[in-house]
């Protein structure tokens, strides 16, 4: 079965770029989306398709997508960015596969 | 506005059985691939399964850990998709979450409810 491997924690500085990762075997010829949790709520679709913004994401969000690593990048870090985030894909065996999460902390 | 509303979770004793439901609105629910997430308290998200709309052939897929103890069903005339599970194990505690890959089966889930809890402890 495919496996997604994220970090479990990243930290970054107010106003920062935090870079989170996502590991999987030849990510980079699926597509990836992220999404973003915060406590007690359900997942926001925060970058589908490696790169893409849904309406009402801010332009800090961005994604990026080649060979085993995926990563969304989080650019002037806010306060209200603290959340968890998820990568996930679509895999054609194992169907939707979500990453382990990382935990986002805005210092 | 869509909307995605869960409910028929609660407290249930290992080997018993549950049926979730969530309520469809603001969308084409006929037309649309629904699939069933849950996430474990403290834990990450975990597909469950997903059934295609019924112009697609309505089939199902499931995740390994459930298959053959999960079955989703819908009824496109209420606009609800629902999730029997079976022979509950504590394993299967989490929030069960409603939610569609609504722009194409792999363009991300866009919408969600906001979960339903199971809790399996005896």
């Known amino acids: 079965s495919y496996e997604l491997t994220q970090p479990l924690s990243v930290s970054v500085a107010l106003g920062q770029t935090a870079r989170i990762t996502c590991g999987g075997n030849?990510?980079?010829?699926?597509?990836v989306h992220w999404y973003q949790q915060k406590p007690g709520q359900a997942p926001v679709l925060v970058i589908y398709r490696d790169s893409n913004r849904p309406s009402g994401i801010p332009e800090r969000f961005s994604g990026s997508n080649s060979g085993n690593t995926a990563t969304l990048i989080i650019s002037r870090a806010q306060a209200g960015d603290e959340a968890d985030y998820h990568c996930q894909v679509w895999d054609s065996t194992t169907k939707y596969v979500f990453g382990t999460g990382t935990k986002v902390t805005v210092l | 506005e869509v909307q995605l509303v869960e409910s028929g979770g609660g407290l249930v004793k290992p080997g018993g059985s549950l049926r979730l439901s969530c309520a469809a609105s603001g969308i084409s629910f006929s037309h649309a691939w629904m699939s069933w997430v849950r996430q474990a308290p403290g834990k990450g998200l975990e597909w469950v399964g997903r059934i295609k709309s019924n112009t697609d052939g309505g089939t199902a897929d499931y995740a390994a850990p459930v298959k053959g103890r999960f079955t989703i069903s819908r009824d496109d005339s209420k606009n609800t998709l629902y999730l029997q599970i079976n022979s509950l194990k504590t394993e299967d505690t989490a929030l069960y979450y409603c939610?569609?890959?609504?722009?194409?089966?792999?363009?991300?889930?866009?919408?969600w409810g906001q979960g339903t809890l199971v809790t399996v402890s005896s």
């Open positions: 939610t569609t890959p609504y722009s194409g089966y792999d363009y991300g889930f866009n919408y």
């Open positions: 030849n990510i980079g010829s699926k597509k």
